[in-house]
């Protein structure tokens, strides 16, 4: 797992990513294709490899353009196409996190939050209980509220002005908020 764990006094917050054992290999995310009588072609396969193990939560051109150093032939559409094929089957979720383009998310399993530089636009998995987090009574406009998620802004370590005397944070924790 890359991340830490910070006390914060009343939950136990891990930030960054625990991706490896949540995402499926691109083996794996073959054969579930399959299973369900999807095609598998070699771009999807491209794409497969390029997903497993990024933890940043990439944008659909990002994957295109890693996807095409390996293969130089394969369409955005095709990616697109692959990306919202995962995202139904549920292996991903598409994340619309008000940075101006869509993020995939290979961590779905279990409840966690995000932290999203107002610089660079670097997303990050924040692993912290806020369960006690309601709609006040009345203020629920009508909804059947389910799930809460969380999202905090700030300056990741990257984009943050460094200060005389300040510590900086270890390589796999990006606190910005």
């Known amino acids: ?57 990439p944008t659909a051109e990002s994957i295109h353009a890693a996807a095409r150093a390996q293969m130089e032939t394969i369409s955005l559409k095709t990616v697109y196409q692959t990306l919202h094929e995962l995202a139904d089957m549920g292996e991903i979720a598409a994340l619309d996190l008000g940075v101006g383009m869509t993020r995939f998310d290979p961590n779905v399993d279990g409840v966690h939050h995000h932290l999203v530089c107002r610089g660079c636009g670097k997303v990050r998995d924040l692993h912290a209980d806020f369960s006690s987090v309601t709609v006040p009574e009345g203020a629920d406009e009508g909804f059947d509220v389910g799930d809460a998620e969380v999202v905090f802004r700030g300056r990741c370590r990257d984009c943050r002005p460094a200060r005389p005397g300040r510590r900086s944070a270890s390589p796999d924790v990006t606190v910005g908020v």
């Not at 136990?12 to 054992?21: C, K, M, N, P, R």
């Not at 073959?30 to 497969?48: D, E, H, N, P, V």
Request: hydrophobic residues 40%; contains cysteine.
């Open 1 to 57: 797992m890359l991340g830490h764990d910070f006390d914060n006094g009343c939950q136990e917050t891990i930030v960054g990513d625990i991706l490896l054992a949540a995402m499926r290999s691109p083996e794996e995310l073959s054969a579930l294709f399959r299973a369900q009588g999807r095609k598998i072609t070699a771009q999807r396969q491209c794409i497969f490899r390029v997903l497993y193990g990024d933890v940043s939560h």
